[in-house]
């Protein structure tokens, strides 16, 4: 099974932040890597795909990079609805594991 | 525009199974596949498994395997997850979401409340 890591685990940041995120699979998973926005008490909401493809709708300060084993998600100039925990999930093979995710709060 | 919406909040004994519904509408049911995902209170999320909306074809996770089946009801566009020899560890938020080509989750249900408790 291919094992996903999240790091940092938490982190606090102001409005107007830009923040990175970085998400690491086990083995290769060929940009096959999601990322999602969960907002306490909500479900949890696509921002981007294949890795770096943003979802229709979501704010283009959301962008993803990353190739292989090694992903990051970057938001710029954060906005107080961006105070949420993040979660990569790679779907190359079953199980289609989530990382642990990443709460981001306000500083 | 896609929707699935779940249904309602069940408590459950130790021992017992609950069955949980997912019903979708805006889009045609058997041209997905459909995951379900839970969380455990304050936890992250945990991938459960699969079923095809086209021939109810599944994929389970390995720690649910006998305990987990996962159906489709292509008349009523609905898939089920039914979940038995339920634990206290079993508590969760359980989440539908409907797989986009080649696997990411576009749209989720609302989350149904599975409470085990004796």
């Known amino acids: 099974d291919i094992q996903m890591t999240q790091s940092p685990s938490s982190l606090s940041a102001s409005v107007g932040d830009s923040v990175t995120i970085t998400c690491r699979a086990s083995?290769?998973?060929?940009?096959?890597l999601a990322w999602y926005q969960q907002i306490p008490g909500k479900a949890p909401k696509l921002l981007l795909y294949?890795?770096?493809r943003l979802e229709s709708g979501v704010p283009s300060r959301f962008s993803g990079s990353g190739s292989g084993t090694d992903y990051t998600l970057t938001i710029s100039s954060l906005q107080p609805e961006d105070f949420a925990t993040y979660y990569c999930?790679?779907?190359?093979?079953?199980?289609?594991?989530f990382g642990p995710g990443t709460r981001v709060d306000i500083k | 525009q896609g929707q699935l919406v779940q249904s309602g909040p069940e408590v459950k004994k130790p021992g017992a199974s609950v069955k949980v519904s997912c019903k979708a509408s805006?889009?045609?049911?058997?041209?997905?596949?459909l995951t379900w995902v839970r969380q455990a209170p304050g936890q992250g999320l945990e991938w459960l498994g699969r079923?095809?909306?086209?021939?109810?074809?599944?994929n389970y996770a390995q720690k649910l395997q006998g305990r987990v089946t996962m159906t489709i009801d292509t008349s009523t566009s609905t898939a089920y997850m039914d979940l038995r020899s339920l634990r206290s560890d079993d508590t969760a938020v359980y989440y539908c979401?409907?797989?986009?080509?080649?696997?990411?989750?576009?749209?989720w249900g609302q989350g149904t409340v599975v409470t085990v408790s004796s």
């Open positions: 979401a409907r797989i986009a080509l080649a696997g990411w989750l576009d749209y």
């Open positions: 805006g889009y045609k049911f058997t041209s997905y596949g």
């Open positions: 079923v095809s909306g086209y021939n109810g074809n599944t």
């Open positions: 083995q290769d998973i060929r940009n096959s």
């Open positions: 294949a890795a770096s």
């Open positions: 999930q790679q779907y190359y093979n079953t199980p289609q594991a």
